[in-house]
């Protein structure tokens, strides 16, 4: 039997909450020979947030009608606080329009559902992961700080803006901490700006290990984050 460590083993989150559609679309992927895959699934919109925000999910298929979100207000929600994750959305035959909005506002792509087969989602799920991940590479070039991969200005005014929408649409409230390094100066006088790379190399792992994946950290500049 041949074995399966030579392949990358995508992990993939369905949130759908109709029982009969999410066991319609496992059976897919448990066919499937583009796989092989991990399967987890929500049955609702925080949920599936939480399970994303725990640890490695490759790809996201989403259906848009959900207890706790509606629409497009649902696939918004989820690209705000999980932008680095390729959502396909599952899509209702009367939902095909507002499926459509979700590509021109950044889903990979949709799907409808009765309508698919087993090649189509593998298609699907293969050129949405590859997609994701050149836009990925594009979006660290031009947002993310070159030392320590944090998010850089640019982006940060970016997902500010999304979470102040989402806060006033949602009626919640969002937190902004500021922080610099004590005494970092003198890293630099006494031990070089190579040890002083170091230390806010480490502060930014630190920091990321320290909040939840859906949580912006940015470095402003010079030890200011």
């Keep these: 039997k041949e074995s399966y460590s030579k392949y990358k083993w995508h992990k993939i989150l369905i949130i759908e909450d109709n029982p009969q559609d999410l066991q319609l679309t496992r059976r897919l992927l448990e ?15 925080s949920t599936g947030i939480a399970i994303a925000s725990e ?9 848009l009608g959900l207890p706790d ?44 559902k009765g309508q698919t087969n087993r090649a189509l989602l593998e298609h699907t799920i293969r050129y949405a992961i590859e997609r994701q ?37 949602y009626h919640k409230k969002a937190a902004v901490m500021l922080l610099d390094v004590e005494k970092f ?11 002083g ?3 806010l190399k ?13 949580d912006t950290i940015c470095r402003l500049g010079g030890d200011e984050f």
């Design 31 to 45: 066919k499937s020979s583009g796989g092989p895959y991990h399967i987890s699934s929500a049955d609702r919109l």
């Design 55 to 63: 640890g490695k999910t490759d790809i996201i298929l989403l259906d």
């Design 69 to 112: 979100g509606r629409g497009l207000d649902t696939f918004i929600r989820l690209k705000s606080l999980l932008a680095e994750i390729p959502i396909v959305v599952l899509s209702g035959i009367e939902d095909q329009e507002t499926s459509r909005t979700a590509v021109q506002q950044g889903a990979q792509d949709y799907l409808i």
């Design 133 to 169: 991940t050149a836009e990925n590479k594009i979006i660290k070039l031009a947002y993310r700080d070159p030392l320590t991969n944090l998010a850089n200005r640019t982006l940060l005014a970016d997902r500010s803006l999304l979470s102040l929408a989402a806060c006033q649409r």
């Design 185 to 195: 100066k003198s890293v630099n006088d006494n031990l070089g700006h190579e040890a």
């Design 197 to 199: 790379a170091e230390v």
């Design 202 to 214: 480490e502060l930014a792992v630190r920091l990321k290990n320290s909040l939840r994946i859906t």
